[in-house]
């Protein structure tokens, strides 16, 4: 376990392995996000994929709240399908704070991974580090025609919304199209995993400055030019790689919408 670790962190880490080991329908216990990253601080998260026998899965499903109930104090506790991701089971603990992310698997569910997990617990280490060389571990990265195809609905809608005088609907689709579009083809440009604005404040430079420029103010002369900033950033992240096929109305035909507006 890496020392840059704080304690609080690795008393649960260590909790939660022990948790797995006592109960033999789980498999294996292994560990991802910042763990394996870096980054690691008083703040972050802890990100657990939990293997379970595939005889015992439905139950261990059923029960899943019990298991994160034992690990400690269990605060409150939901399931992932907001993310799409249904065997996640996102958990707060305390008294003091810490996010734990319970997310349980199959064998079967590690051909495919976005990261090289770290093994924390196995019983049967050979068989599981045979699963993970063999698995295909890639980031979901999107191809540029799917940010073609979605940027100008989206700056479309939120335009619509000052239109109307939602400013807190325009407001936050700025900040969606900040996680969805310009945030993951910063890090492309980077040469980074496509991941929203997670830590893009460490890119530096010039485009930070930018990226501040889309966030508005209470104001929909504020919000107006937040969206004019962030068609003009679009386009210059686009350039990176084009679409093969870049919408041809655009971006006139929003630029002209945000002036009637």
């Given at each position: 376990?890496?020392?840059?670790?704080?304690?609080?962190?690795?008393?649960?880490?260590?909790?939660?392995?022990?948790?797995?080991?006592?109960?033999?329908?789980?498999?294996?216990?292994?560990?991802?996000?910042?763990?394996?990253?870096?980054?690691?601080?008083?703040?972050?998260?802890?990100?657990?994929?939990?293997?379970?026998?595939?005889?015992?899965?439905?139950?261990?499903?059923?029960?899943?709240?019990?298991?994160?109930?034992?690990?400690?104090?269990?605060?409150?506790?939901?399931?992932?399908?907001?993310?799409?991701?249904?065997?996640?089971?996102?958990?707060?603990?305390?008294?003091?704070?810490?996010?734990?992310?319970?997310?349980?698997?199959?064998?079967?569910?590690?051909?495919?991974?976005?990261?090289?997990?770290?093994?924390?617990?196995?019983?049967?280490?050979?068989?599981?580090?045979?699963?993970?060389?063999?698995?295909?571990?890639?980031?979901?990265?999107?191809?540029?025609?799917?940010?073609?195809?979605?940027?100008?609905?989206?700056?479309?809608?939120?335009?619509?919304?000052?239109?109307?005088?939602?400013?807190?609907?325009?407001?936050?689709?700025?900040?969606?199209?900040?996680?969805?579009?310009?945030?993951?083809?910063?890090?492309?440009r980077a040469g980074r995993p496509q991941r929203g604005v997670?830590?893009?404040?460490?890119?530096?430079?010039?485009?930070?400055?930018?990226?501040?420029?889309?966030?508005?103010?209470?104001?929909?002369?504020?919000?107006?030019?937040?969206?004019?900033k962030a068609i003009d950033m679009y386009l210059d992240l686009?350039?990176?790689?084009?679409?093969?096929?870049?919408?041809?109305?655009?971006?006139?035909?929003?630029?002209?919408?945000?002036?009637k507006t």
């Amino acid at each position: 376990m890496s020392s840059t670790i704080p304690a609080l962190h690795q008393k649960f880490i260590k909790r939660v392995r022990d948790g797995v080991a006592r109960d033999p329908r789980l498999a294996a216990l292994l560990a991802g996000g910042s763990y394996v990253h870096g980054g690691f601080d008083d703040h972050s998260d802890l990100d657990f994929v939990i293997v379970v026998q595939d005889e015992s899965y439905s139950e261990v499903m059923a029960s899943r709240l019990e298991f994160a109930a034992r690990l400690g104090e269990l605060l409150a506790a939901f399931t992932g399908e907001h993310v799409g991701e249904p065997r996640l089971l996102i958990c707060l603990y305390g008294p003091t704070l810490v996010h734990v992310d319970l997310k349980f698997v199959k064998s079967s569910d590690l051909t495919r991974l976005v990261e090289r997990p770290a093994v924390l617990f196995a019983r049967d280490p050979g068989q599981l580090e045979s699963i993970l060389e063999a698995a295909a571990i890639e980031w979901p990265n999107a191809p540029p025609e799917w940010f073609e195809q979605r940027a100008w609905i989206w700056l479309h809608y939120g335009a619509a919304k000052l239109a109307r005088g939602e400013l807190f609907e325009a407001l936050g689709m700025l900040a969606f199209f900040r996680d969805q579009v310009l945030g993951p083809m910063l890090h492309r440009r980077a040469g980074r995993p496509q991941r929203g604005v997670r830590r893009i404040e460490m890119l530096g430079g010039s485009a930070m400055g930018r990226l501040a420029g889309t966030i508005a103010t209470f104001d929909a002369e504020s919000v107006r030019a937040a969206f004019l900033k962030a068609i003009d950033m679009y386009l210059d992240l686009r350039a990176d790689e084009p679409p093969p096929q870049p919408v041809a109305t655009m971006p006139a035909a929003i630029r002209n919408y945000l002036a009637k507006t």
